[in-house]
Nanobody, 126 residues
Framework: QVQLVESGGGLVQAGGSLRLSCVASGHTFNMYAMGWFRQAPGKDREIVTAISRNGLYTYYSDPVKGRFTISRDNAKNTVYLQMNTLKPEDTADYYC???????????????????WGQGTQVTVSS
């Protein structure tokens, strides 16, 4: 198990940027693939992006490709989500998640995440 704490959410105008951070507890952070999910009001939770244990493989959902970037610093037990060119439809609660199983191009990216943070709210105004 790993405990996850997100930060960095807030209110931003359309076209702006935010960077979310997620700090993990414990000494096995580099054994977890990491992901960011989001849930908008009245909608199901969806995967936004994910990154492999060593950071060499990343997955992005279509709505965020080219605008969002996931990265990780295993020395700091932290995963980041840089969000650029934000749109009102990006408004949601964003959750950091960890999965023990490796992430690769053949993985189902949204499956297997069983450690979750408490979420951070992102609001994009038009």
């Amino acid at each position: 198990q790993v405990q996850l704490v997100e930060s960095g959410g807030g209110l931003v105008q359309a076209g702006g940027s935010l960077r979310l951070s997620c700090v993990a507890s414990g000494h096995t952070f580099n054994m977890y693939a990491m992901g960011w999910f989001r849930q908008a009001p009245g909608k199901d939770r969806e995967i936004v992006t994910a990154i492999s244990r060593n950071g060499l493989y990343t997955y992005y959902s279509d709505p965020v490709k080219g605008r969002f970037t996931i990265s990780r610093d295993n020395a700091k037990n932290t995963v980041y989500l840089q969000m650029n060119t934000l749109k009102p439809e990006d408004t949601a609660d964003y959750y950091c998640a960890a999965r023990w199983f490796p992430l690769s191009p053949t993985s189902v990216p949204q499956m297997g995440f069983d450690n979750w943070g408490q979420g951070t709210q992102v609001t994009v105004s038009s």
